[in-house]
């Protein structure tokens, strides 16, 4: 019987229209002469759902069966952004149109002539004969924001490329009901929206009311049994009890049937009531003590690289490690294998320390309930546990007070006392001489206010391998923040995997025009490039082709033009963007979060002083002919979210907004020179903004940004850099070619010396940006309330400029004349340097990522056919 109605994944354009249909007339509940876009964009989906859904029940039954080792990965932010274009491209099944013709009925399938070859294309000719654009389809799908900038990204760039590799390999998270807010700009300041995503369903979400798991806080320790130590079996009396609840997200893998599975976390009330509380007549406060269980997912925490110590942010981490532990260990247990075969079977990720508390959870399992002794068990978390690092900043490193702690997680707390006890001890032993050592080094930091639990540290001793995301960022870390720990673990602990990005989305998805050229050029039409990116290479020969460079030019133009007609539809209609020579125009980009130390402001100080020089050279009488030789046409994109509560940050919003009020409406430099503050900048605003740069700016001080991931979206798509030696920039540098990047500024070395130097004695500010803070000052870009951006020029003349813009200034001006030079002077130059970035970045394929993690870190093979 089962046999019989086994449900079959749509194959051809007639039977992914039968489907539609199906899902509007009864999923839908609407009739095909009342589907509007959004309609035709759900009834799409739920049909891609459906096959999605078969080839992830039996990916997960291929993995019950062959009990491969598993990989989770734990973050607590997944950027997703859309997902229907996406699953169109991977689930592309044009080549079983060769090995599978007969398809699973076995009768030969016919096929149309000049019928489409892959899913999407036939997915497209479909909905064109229903009467609809698959363009306009997907643009109905919002965006799945579930994650700030970075760090999110690169998780759901780690998970398209595990099922793409065949790592079996789960994602856990929270299903955030609000993702990250909506910006809006008004009168230049940000302005933040909820971002209610769920608001009309979610077609990709599967909810798994079969799993659910209570997670406990607050309450206390039981200690009944008369033991002394904390080190035995204890047990925590919870007070509050909420139900974790799973939603599955299919992650389907490009060119396989591998679907893996993202499993986020909503918290519901548990159906126990209060019944003291209701006998007492207070029914109204026992219901609404049960509906705050909801508030724990409610809200992504919209800071990036802050941390702010709320008790809430506590509770979101602890329901969601405890959750996922609890699902891990169940399907472990289903194996009948013994406690010790755990880490052959189980690794598990922490993306950053958010998910710390798995450590400590996993232990707490182990000890309390499973009753293993203490160091059997320890062994067991730390060879499952590996620890990736993203920041060195101070002020992001995660740190809980114990007193907050301890009244959440009280049991919690003293296993992470018990566990630096004996880490301690074992320093003490290595190093008997170094007093000193053992307070730098504890996971507990005494001396402030209150003790604090330092979670880096933490995460460093639960797990068997720390990585940095690129190479000068991991040694970095190695004899700052975590210096001791090398002293005292040996190198080898540590170690780096260099970020990356998922080409299926970011060159495919968002450059089909660059992906078509690429494949026809390497004779590659199934696009199976996308799976071996250092096949790109192949493109250099041809990069001083004339041929070819004006093909490729042709693409990044349409795509300049795409973005334009977006900045246009954004702008209500009116064009700032001169199209009649907008081949002629740098188009030049910063899009990511705002931060001081990211730099915009430097970037706004060189528009600034762009501006002021080319009304000099009017003023003196110049011709605008004049003018554009020595600072050809350009637009300035900015975009960027700042956290709510980051005053500076926002101040730079504004200052970008005000300065480009001011040059967008100078007629003197007519079209020269524009300024675009590009709002709610989103992973599918990127998609349409990162194929369309000329150069985008990566200039953060140097030793500050971990990696940067979009530098690598950018090179990508065919766009140059300009940068400072930090982050993923240096590896760039050395895969294209110094020739085909503009570097610039300090060096992270002498980053110390500079701001010493700026704290202690006059460090002169150069003349060029002096003019350009004078200028702000004078309330030039702020006539109502002059002093509007003091703050911005008071953390450089007053406040020691922390971030060394001074000190890179005039190496940025003369870098970005260089620039100008090339782009205007020498376009055949600059198209080559074009293609030869993208020949050359095939390194950065999260694909290779994810092999460098399987072989270093996780001890993981692909599970093939
Ligand atoms: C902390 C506390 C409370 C709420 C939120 C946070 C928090 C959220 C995100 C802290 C840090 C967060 O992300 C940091 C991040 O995105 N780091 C970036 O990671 C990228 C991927 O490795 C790197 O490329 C960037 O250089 C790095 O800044």
């Not at 009901?177 to 369903?201: C, H, M, R, S």
């Not at 798994?208 to 009396?237: C, H, M």
């Amino acid at each position: 019987l089962w046999q019989k109605h086994q449900v079959k994944k749509f194959e051809n354009a007639d039977q992914f229209e039968g489907r539609f249909i199906d899902h509007v007339e009864t999923t839908l509940a609407r009739s095909l002469y009342n589907c509007d876009d959004l309609a035709a964009y759900e009834a799409t989906s739920m049909a891609v759902r459906d096959n999605l859904t078969i080839d992830w029940n039996k990916t997960q039954q291929k993995f019950t069966t062959r009990d491969p080792k598993r990989i989770y990965y734990l973050s607590l932010e997944f950027l997703m952004g859309r997902a229907l274009d996406n699953a169109l491209i991977n689930m592309d099944i044009s080549d079983k149109n060769e090995t599978d013709v007969n398809g699973a009925s076995g009768k030969p399938t016919k096929k149309k002539e000049g019928a489409a070859t892959n899913t999407k294309e036939m997915v497209a000719e479909s909905l064109d004969e229903l009467g609809f654009r698959l363009e306009d389809v997907i643009e109905q799908e919002p965006d799945a924001a579930l994650g700030n900038g970075g760090l999110g990204r690169l998780a759901a760039c780690f998970i398209d490329s595990m099922a793409t590799e065949n790592i079996p390999a789960w994602g856990y998270g929270l299903r955030y009901e609000y993702g990250i807010f909506a910006q809006k700009i008004i009168d230049g300041y940000q302005v933040e929206t909820p971002d209610y995503w769920l608001n009309l369903g979610n077609a990709w979400e599967i909810e798994r009311n079969e799993v659910q798991f209570p997670v406990t806080f607050y309450g206390y320790v039981d200690r009944s049994e008369k033991n002394t130590s904390t080190l035995a079996p204890s047990q925590w009396i919870g007070g509050e009890r909420v139900l974790a609840c799973a939603y599955d997200f299919p992650v389907p893998g490009y060119k396989t049937s591998n679907v893996n599975n993202l499993r986020l976390w909503k918290a519901k009330p548990t159906t126990e009531f209060d019944f003291a509380k209701f006998n007492s007549g207070d029914y109204q406060n026992s219901v609404e003590a049960q509906q705050r269980a909801e508030s724990i997912t409610a809200c992504l925490y919209p800071n990036d690289n802050f941390e702010q110590g709320k008790e809430l942010r506590l509770k979101q981490q602890y329901f969601w490690c405890s959750a996922s532990l609890h699902d891990i260990i169940r399907r472990y247990k289903k194996t009948k294998r013994p406690w010790r075969e755990f880490p052959d079977q189980v690794a598990i990720q922490l993306n950053d320390t958010h998910p710390t508390l798995a450590v400590v959870e996993l232990q707490r399992i182990l000890v309390d309930l499973e009753k293993l002794d203490w160091h059997d068990a320890w062994d067991i978390v730390t060879k499952t546990f590996a620890y990736t690092n993203h920041t060195v900043m101070q002020e992001a490193l995660e740190k809980w007070p114990v007193g907050l702690f301890g009244h959440l997680l009280p049991r919690h707390l003293e296993i992470i006392y018990d566990i630096n006890w004996f880490f301690l001890q074992d320093v003490a032993k290595k190093f008997p001489k170094d007093v000193d050592l053992l307070s730098r080094i504890s996971i507990i930091e005494e001396g402030g206010q209150e003790r604090q639990i330092r979670m880096a540290f933490l995460a460093v001793v639960g797990s068997h391998k720390v990585n940095g995301v690129a190479e000068l960022h991991s040694e970095l870390i190695k004899t700052t923040i975590f210096g001791d720990f090398v002293k005292f673990f040996g190198p080898s602990k540590f170690t780096n995997v260099t970020n990356g990005i998922t080409p299926r989305r970011w060159l495919k998805s968002a450059n089909p025009a660059l992906d078509k050229l690429i494949s026809e050029t390497l004779q590659d039409p199934e696009g199976n490039y996308l799976l071996d990116m250092p096949a790109l290479t192949k493109l250099s020969a041809l990069a001083d082709d004339k041929e070819f460079q004006k093909k490729w030019y042709k693409v990044k133009k349409d795509n300049k033009i795409r973005l334009a007609d977006l900045i246009k539809k954004l702008n209500g209609g009116v064009d700032i963007i001169d199209r009649e020579h907008i081949d002629d125009t740098l188009f030049d980009m910063q899009v990511k979060r705002i931060h001081e130390y990211k730099r915009q402001q430097l970037n706004i100080f060189g528009v600034i002083y762009r501006y002021l020089a080319m009304k000099t050279m009017i003023a003196n009488g110049a011709s605008l002919k004049e003018v554009e030789e020595k600072f050809p046409r350009k637009v300035s994109f900015f975009g960027g979210k700042s956290a709510p509560g980051y005053y500076m940050a926002k101040l730079i919003i504004k200052l970008i907004n005000s300065v480009g009020d001011v040059i967008n409406n100078d007629v003197e430099i007519g079209n020269l020179l524009k300024v675009v503050f590009i709002p709610e900048y989103n992973v599918s605003k990127a998609e349409i903004i990162i194929p369309a740069s000329d150069l985008s700016e990566h200039i953060s001080t140097a030793g500050t940004e971990a990696s940067g991931t979009s530098n690598m979206k950018f090179a990508m798509n065919g766009g140059l850099i300009i940068g400072t030696v930090d982050g993923a920039n240096v590896e760039i540098t050395r895969e294209i070619g110094e020739d085909n990047i503009f570097l610039f500024g300090n060096l992270s070395e002498n980053v110390e010396e500079l701001r010493y130097n700026h704290q202690y004695q006059e460090t002169p500010i150069p003349e060029d940006l002096d003019k350009v803070l004078k200028h702000i000052e004078e309330g030039n870009f702020s006539p109502e309330n002059p002093n509007e951006f003091q703050p911005i020029v008071d953390t450089i003349k007053a406040h020691g400029d922390y971030y060394l813009c001074s000190d890179d200034f005039d190496s940025y001006i003369a870098t970005q004349e260089l620039v100008d030079q090339v782009f205007h002077t020498q376009r055949d130059e600059w198209t080559k340097k074009s293609i030869l970035s993208v020949a050359n970045c095939g390194f950065f394929s999260s694909d290779r990522c994810i092999q460098e993690y399987s072989e270093t870190i996780w001890n993981v093979e692909p599970v093939k056919k």
